[in-house]
């Protein structure tokens, strides 16, 4: 309660790669899992699991498995996806627009509760809902939304400074969709999501596999 | 030439990370870089950015540095990704019509070639001057196109059927961006972007910083 566990990020990203995956199990109707079957589903070693799991605590009984609705409960109360929170996408492009009606993040407790773009076509027009605010009012509308998490969808050039004034609205995570490496307090911490990126390793991996 | 060494996955990311920044750097107009100076600027460590490098063989002098321009060339031959490669995009929602006109991958050579859909409001139209094609002529098509590589920006509930499809199709490398664990066969790779697993990670981060 009072120590956060010092959890690898790879970790992190297993544990909701896990939940994916239980999720998928409890609306087939499945009530538990073995280790090895996560390993056959996911291709994640069965060690590995027990491994990442045994940073919180351990559950599960060897022989037994693991209640999949019981295991899907803890990981998302692990990586804190069991309460709401808010979070506000910058950039309202095709990319902005497609995380905006993203119909996984509802699920999940994250909310989209603002959309800010810098075009006067787009201001004052709406997405699923939300009226598309000026990029410039973000401080004053951030003040009120109290997102702690913003997603960056803008181009390159507009990034490191979209970055820094969603730091300084408040926000403290940023989920960043732009190829640009950004330069941030360490008070905020960022993930980058590249496109080029997932395609360059898979382009090595095809050449690799051929050349076996 | 004739053997690809056994380079980890992270690794390749991290190739793409330093990749990204050398870029950034030639438009600066810089020329050499220290692996300190790396360090600062991305976030990665010095001795892992000369480890990484080492899988391949050794460049860069010590009290030197590395020539900008050359370690791009090295890193973007390592990748593939000096050279043309065909990508298919199925859906052209939101998510896959950002994907579609995102500048960024044709400057690294990774060329859209065709879209598909199921929609029949969507197919004969066209988007970014490419006609959407029927997502059920994939095979008769990717005989002609030849992609090896297809971007999966469907629902959940369409996207294994997709990835069968496209396997069929003679596409040997999945980025899939719906969220649900496919199961392909060995020949190809799957790699996952959940935009969900990120904001988890960032949300997990955001709550152990605030208890440090």
């Given at each position: 309660m009072n120590s956060a566990p010092k959890v690898p990020i790879p970790t992190l990203e297993r544990l909701a790669t896990y939940l994916r995956y239980l999720i998928d199990l409890e609306a087939s109707n499945v009530d538990t899992i073995s280790s090895t079957e996560v390993e056959r589903q996911t291709g994640i070693n069965a060690a590995q699991f027990r491994k990442d799991l045994s940073y919180f605590r351990e559950f599960g009984k060897p022989g037994v498995g693991y209640n999949v609705v019981e295991l899907q409960t803890r990981i998302a109360r692990i990586l804190q996806i069991d309460r709401d929170q808010s979070v506000i996408v910058i950039g309202a492009g095709n990319l902005g627009s497609a995380l905006v009606g993203y119909p996984?993040?509802?699920?999940?407790?994250?909310?989209?509760?603002?959309?800010?773009?810098?075009?006067?076509?787009?201001?004052?027009?709406?997405?699923?809902?939300?009226?598309?605010?000026?990029?410039?009012?973000?401080?004053?509308?951030?003040?009120?939304?109290?997102?702690?998490?913003?997603?960056?969808?803008?181009?390159?050039?507009?990034?490191?400074?979209?970055?820094?004034?969603?730091?300084?609205?408040?926000?403290r995570a940023l989920l960043n969709f732009a190829p640009i490496i950004l330069k941030v307090s360490d008070r905020v911490v960022v993930r980058n999501v590249s496109f080029l990126q997932e395609l360059a390793v898979l382009s090595y991996q095809i050449v690799a596999d051929v050349r076996k």
């Open positions: 996984g993040l509802g699920e999940h407790h994250f909310n989209i509760v603002g959309v800010f773009d810098s075009s006067p076509h787009k201001i004052g027009t709406t997405i699923f809902d939300l009226d598309i605010l000026d990029v410039r009012t973000l401080k004053e509308n951030n003040a009120l939304l109290r997102a702690r998490i913003a997603i960056i969808a803008v181009p390159a050039s507009a990034a490191q400074a979209v970055a820094e004034n969603a730091a300084a609205a408040g926000v």
